[in-house]
Structure formats: structure tokens, C-alpha cells
């Protein structure tokens, strides 16, 4: 009777290499992508629209950490002027944060990983 079970030709899809490396290999990327995601969630990122009149930063995190306005800025009889730079502003803030993350962990490369 044939052999029934296991792999066949030895190790299967991992190449030769054995189960052991592989777990080493897989907690040291993980340990990795966990210290690129702290690093990323201690930066900030900063966006300003209107000229400079408005800024915003963020956290990697994606938490709006502050919005400046310049007085000037602020016209009580055009506060949808004002809203629409706040929105541009904060959302460029924002994909500069998804860019600086997709640059950062997606050298990892995992099918799967939506970043």
C-alpha cells in the first residue's frame, strides 16, 4: 500500500524550507511591521489650503490632531468657503498619512493586507 499523508516531495509548497524557519521568518516580520506602524503613528502629517490660511495635522494614526485658521480667513457671510477649505485641507492631510502607511507597509507584501 502507498504512502498516505504528509506532503508529497517532501516539504510542499514551502520550497525546502522547513516549518521552523518559516514561524522565525513570519514573528520576525510581523515584529517588523509592528515597529513600521508605531513609527508611522508618531508622525505627523500637515496640509494647508486657502494660501496658508488653514492648516491641519494629523497623527499616522488618522486622528485630526489640530486645525489653524487665520482670522483673516473667517468671513461670517461665506462660511461655506471656509467649510469647503477646511474639508480640502483636512483630507489631503489625511492621504498624505494613507500614502506615507501604504509606503511603509506595503514592502511587506501580504495578499490579504489592506492598507
Given at each position: ?39 508611522l ?24 490632531k ?50
Amino acid at each position: 500500500m502507498g504512502k498516505r499523508g504528509g506532503f508529497p516531495g517532501g516539504m510542499g509548497g514551502f520550497g525546502g524550507m522547513n516549518i521552523s524557519q518559516l514561524m522565525k521568518e513570519a514573528k520576525k516580520m510581523q515584529a517588523d511591521m509592528e515597529k513600521s506602524q508605531e513609527e508611522l503613528s508618531n508622525q505627523e502629517f500637515e496640509s494647508t489650503a486657502g494660501g496658508g490660511a488653514i492648516k491641519a495635522v494629523v497623527t499616522g494614526d488618522k486622528i485630526l490632531k489640530s486645525i489653524t485658521l487665520d482670522k483673516d480667513i473667517v468671513d461670517p457671510d461665506d462660511v461655506e468657503m471656509l467649510q469647503d477649505l477646511i474639508l480640502t485641507c483636512v483630507n489631503e492631510a489625511l492621504r498624505k498619512a494613507d500614502s506615507a502607511q501604504a509606503t511603509s507597509l506595503g514592502k511587506y507584501n501580504i495578499p490579504g493586507l489592506n492598507i
